[in-house]
């Protein structure tokens, strides 16, 4: 059974940062592309930021470009999104997810989703 949990998720202030982790039980790791959505209250899932599976390319939205950073580290099977300049908007649910190989932002292309990290921004 395939599971994504994450974590790194809680309650800063705006202008903090956060690193948002997420573990990966597919197998091999190092095939699957890997990302983040986000759902606010109220509000679609959207796309966040994607790792490719070879790990050379990485898209982000343009509200996030600049302020987050997706990488991955294969040898722990893990993805990370770190998140500097917080703003109140970027309060959410993160999503990790994961896709054999294909490397999309549409959520409808990734087969495995985490259970989410709630990560709320104070002004």
């Known amino acids: 059974q395939v599971q994504l949990v994450e974590s790194g998720g809680g309650l800063v202030q705006a202008g903090g940062s956060l690193r948002l982790s997420c573990v990966a039980s597919?197998?091999?790791?190092?095939?699957?592309?890997m990302g983040w959505f986000r759902q606010a209250p109220g509000k679609e899932r959207e796309f966040v930021a994607a790792?490719?599976?070879?790990?050379?390319?990485?898209s982000y939205a343009d509200s996030v470009k600049g302020r987050f950073t997706i990488s991955r580290d294969n040898a722990k099977n893990t993805v990370y999104l770190l998140i500097n300049s917080l703003k109140p908007e970027d309060t959410a649910v993160y999503y990790c997810?994961?896709?054999?190989?294909?490397?999309?932002?549409?959520?409808?292309?990734?087969?495995?989703w985490g259970r989410g990290t709630q990560v709320t921004v104070s002004s």
């Open positions: 790792i490719s599976w070879r790990g050379g390319e990485t």
């Open positions: 597919v197998r091999p790791f190092s095939m699957y592309t």
């Open positions: 997810v994961a896709n054999y190989q294909r490397y999309s932002d549409f959520p409808s292309v990734y087969n495995y």
